[in-house]
C-alpha cells in the first residue's frame, strides 16, 4: 500500500473533500476557500477543501490582499464539483434577504428554480458579476448593492408571501385590534386565534377566585393559515372567567425576544449550517440565540423599552445588537464541535452583519422585514386585551349572562289552589361578540320542598328569549309559600344569579267577608226543574250564626263555616249541607232526591 503524500491534510471525521470549478472570467488564484471546517490556499496544487458532508453548507473565498470576502458558494451533501461563478454567488447571497428566511422549503425550491427568470435576481446576478471581476466584497455596502436585495425581498413578498401588510402586527386591516370576538371565537365551542404574527400570553381567570390558567399562543403564519388553541385543550371547567390577552407578561415579552435572537442566529449561521439542523447544530443556534436575546433585553433597557422609536428604527438598533454579538457569541461550548474554523467565521459573520444592518436602514417600508418586524412590534405596540367570556357545557359565550326572577312573572298574592307562573329571564350583563339566546339552551331545575304546592315539570329549557317558566300549583292554605329555579352549568354548579327564590303568599279564595250576606235558598225536584221550587232567604251573619224564614230565631242556633283548603261552604241546620262555594254560588243535593242551590243576592 502507497504511503500518503507528505503533504496530505488528515481527513476529517464527518467531512467531505470537494473540488472547485471556477468560471475563467474571475480570477480567485489570489485566495484562500474557507469552510467551517477547512481551509486551502487556491495558489497550491491541492485545490481541495474539506466540508461537512451531511449538512449543506458554504465555502468562503478570501482574498490574499485585501482580506474581503470575494466569493461565496453553497456546498451541498452530493456533489463533489463546485462551480464559482456569478449566479451560484449569488444564490450563496440570499441569505442577506429578510424574506427569503421566511419561505418554507418548497417556496425556496420554488424561488431557486424560478430565479433566472426573475429580474431583480437576473439583476442581483449581474451586480455581483461586477464585484467578482474586479475581486471586491461579495458582501458590500453600496447603495445599488442593497437596493437589489431590497427588490428581491419585495418580489418574494408579492410573489410569494402574499405582499403581507402586518403594520400593527394584523394582516387583516379590517378588524380592529380591540375586536375581541376575532381573538376568542366561538369556533368549535371556543377557539383562541392569534392575529398577531407574534407570540401572545393569555390566561383565564375563574370569577370564584379558583387557579389562573395560562397558555402561549403561537404567533400566527406570515403566509397562509392560523395560530388556534381550543379551548378544550386547556381543561377549562364550566365558569365564568375575565380573560386577558397580553405581550407584556413577562412569559410573552421572553418568548418572542428569544424568537426573534434565534432568527438573527439562524440568519448568520444559515450560510454555515445549511436550512435543517442535526441536534448539534440546533444546539448550537440555540446557545447563540440566548446570548442574542441577553444582549437585546440590555439594548431595550438603554432604550427606554424603545418607545420613542419606529419599529423599524428600533429593529435596526436590535439588528445591530445582534451582529456584534453573533461575532463573539460561535466560539461558545456548544458550537466547539460544528464551527471549527473560527477565523472564517468571525470575518463572515462581521461581514453578514454590516450588509443586514444596511437592509434593514434601508428598508422603505416596515413590513418588508416581515420575518423580524413582528417580534419588534410586539415590544413597541405590544397587545393588551381584556375581556368576559362564560363557559358553559364546554361551549364559549362571549360574555357573562346572569339569571333573574322576570319582573312581574308572579304576583305577591294568590288565592288558594291558584297556578302561578313564575319565569326566569336570562340577562346578559357583558359580551364582545353577540349572544343568540335562541341557540342556547340553559335548563332551569325546579325546587319545590313540602307543603309548598307542586310544579308541572321538574325541569324546563329556556326559550329562544333565553326565558323559562313552570306553572306552580299553590296550595289552598292561607301562607307564605316559596319555590326555587336552579340554574345550573355542566359541572351542575350554579350560575350567576342562580339559585332564583320564587315567594309568594296565598290568601283564602273567599274571606269570611266575602261569604256573610244575603242568600236566597231554592229547593227544588232533580227529576222536574224548579217548576213548583221552595225558595227560602237566608242571611249569613259575619258572627257564623245563618238566619230566615222571617220566623224569628228559628234558625238563631245554626251557624255556618267556611273550608279555605277545600273552598266547601258548610251549614248545620236542618239536615245541614255543604258544598263548593263559587262566586257567591253554593249547588247540592238532598234526600237523594231533592236539588237545592244557594245563590247569594
Excluded at 418586524?373 to 349572562?401: C, E, H, R
Amino acid at each position: 500500500m502507497a504511503a500518503p503524500a507528505k503533504d496530505a491534510k488528515p481527513v476529517l471525521k464527518g467531512a467531505r473533500k470537494v473540488n472547485f470549478i471556477i468560471d475563467e472570467a474571475y480570477d480567485l488564484s489570489q485566495s484562500e476557500a474557507h469552510s467551517i471546517l477547512d481551509s486551502v490556499s487556491m495558489s497550491g496544487d491541492d485545490k481541495g477543501l474539506y466540508v461537512p458532508e451531511d449538512f449543506e453548507s458554504s465555502a468562503f473565498f478570501i482574498d490574499d490582499n485585501s482580506g474581503e470576502i470575494v466569493a461565496v458558494v453553497r456546498t451541498n451533501t452530493v456533489s463533489d464539483n463546485v462551480i464559482v461563478n456569478a449566479e451560484s454567488v449569488a444564490r450563496a447571497l440570499l441569505t442577506m434577504v429578510p424574506s427569503y428566511q421566511t419561505l418554507p422549503d418548497e417556496m425556496r425550491d420554488k424561488f431557486e428554480k424560478e430565479a433566472m427568470t426573475i429580474e431583480p435576481f437576473k439583476d442581483f446576478v449581474t451586480t455581483v458579476d461586477a464585484l467578482l471581476k474586479s475581486k471586491r466584497s461579495v458582501y458590500s455596502t453600496d447603495d445599488e448593492y442593497i437596493e437589489q436585495i431590497i427588490e428581491i425581498n419585495r418580489y418574494m413578498l408579492k410573489n410569494y408571501l402574499g405582499d403581507p401588510n402586518i403594520e400593527g402586527g394584523r394582516i387583516n386591516k379590517s378588524n380592529s385590534e380591540d375586536d375581541f370576538k376575532v381573538w376568542l371565537t366561538k369556533e368549535s365551542g371556543g377557539t383562541l386565534d392569534n392575529q398577531r404574527h407574534s407570540y401572545v400570553y393569555a390566561e383565564f381567570i375563574p370569577s370564584d377566585g379558583g387557579k389562573t390558567i395560562p397558555t402561549i399562543l403561537d404567533p400566527k403564519p406570515i403566509i397562509k393559515g392560523k395560530s388556534v388553541k381550543a379551548l378544550s385543550s386547556l381543561g377549562l371547567k364550566d365558569d365564568y372567567y375575565t380573560v386577558n390577552l397580553s405581550q407584556t407578561h413577562e412569559l410573552a415579552v421572553s418568548k418572542n425576544f428569544y424568537e426573534l435572537s434565534t432568527r438573527f442566529a439562524r440568519m448568520f449561521l444559515n450560510a454555515f449550517l445549511g436550512r435543517m439542523g442535526s441536534d448539534s447544530r440546533n444546539d448550537c443556534i440555540a446557545a447563540i440565540a440566548g446570548s442574542i436575546q441577553v444582549d437585546i433585553n440590555a439594548t431595550i433597557l438603554e432604550l427606554g423599552g424603545g418607545a420613542n422609536l419606529s419599529p423599524k428604527d428600533l429593529l435596526s438598533k436590535i439588528s445591530a445588537t445582534a451582529g456584534n454579538t453573533i461575532q463573539s457569541a460561535f466560539t461558545n461550548a456548544a458550537c466547539q464541535k460544528t464551527l471549527l474554523n473560527k477565523t472564517l467565521i468571525a470575518k463572515a459573520m462581521a461581514a453578514q452583519s454590516n450588509l443586514f444592518l444596511k437592509v434593514v436602514e434601508a428598508a422603505a417600508l416596515a413590513h418588508e422585514l416581515a420575518e423580524y418586524l413582528p417580534f419588534v412590534l410586539a415590544q413597541t405596540d405590544p397587545l393588551v386585551l381584556s375581556n368576559k367570556m362564560q363557559l358553559y357545557k364546554g361551549t364559549v359565550i362571549p360574555g357573562w349572562v346572569r339569571f333573574q326572577e322576570l319582573k312581574g312573572s308572579l304576583m305577591e298574592e294568590y288565592s288558594s289552589g291558584d297556578k302561578a307562573k313564575p319565569t326566569v329571564e336570562t340577562k346578559i350583563i357583558s359580551s364582545y361578540d353577540e349572544i343568540d339566546l335562541g341557540l342556547i339552551e340553559f335548563k332551569a331545575t325546579w325546587i319545590v320542598t313540602n307543603g309548598n304546592g307542586s310544579v308541572t315539570s321538574p325541569e324546563t329549557p329556556t326559550n329562544h328569549e333565553g326565558k323559562t317558566t313552570n306553572a306552580w300549583t299553590l296550595p289552598m292554605e292561607e301562607g307564605e309559600y316559596f319555590i326555587r329555579a336552579d340554574m345550573l352549568d355542566g359541572d351542575r354548579e350554579d350560575m350567576e344569579g342562580s339559585p332564583i327564590e320564587f315567594r309568594t303568599k296565598v290568601k283564602c279564595k273567599y274571606s269570611e267577608e266575602d261569604i256573610a250576606g244575603e242568600y236566597e235558598w231554592v229547593i227544588y225536584s232533580c227529576t222536574n226543574g224548579k217548576a213548583g221550587a221552595t225558595t227560602m232567604n237566608l242571611t249569613f251573619h259575619a258572627d257564623k250564626r245563618i238566619t230566615g224564614f222571617g220566623e224569628g230565631n228559628v234558625w238563631g242556633s245554626h251557624t255556618w263555616s267556611y273550608n279555605c283548603r277545600t273552598n266547601e261552604l258548610n251549614a248545620d241546620f236542618g239536615t245541614g249541607f255543604k258544598g263548593e262555594y263559587k262566586d257567591g254560588i253554593v249547588t247540592g243535593i238532598r234526600y237523594d232526591r231533592d236539588c237545592w242551590e244557594l245563590r247569594k243576592k
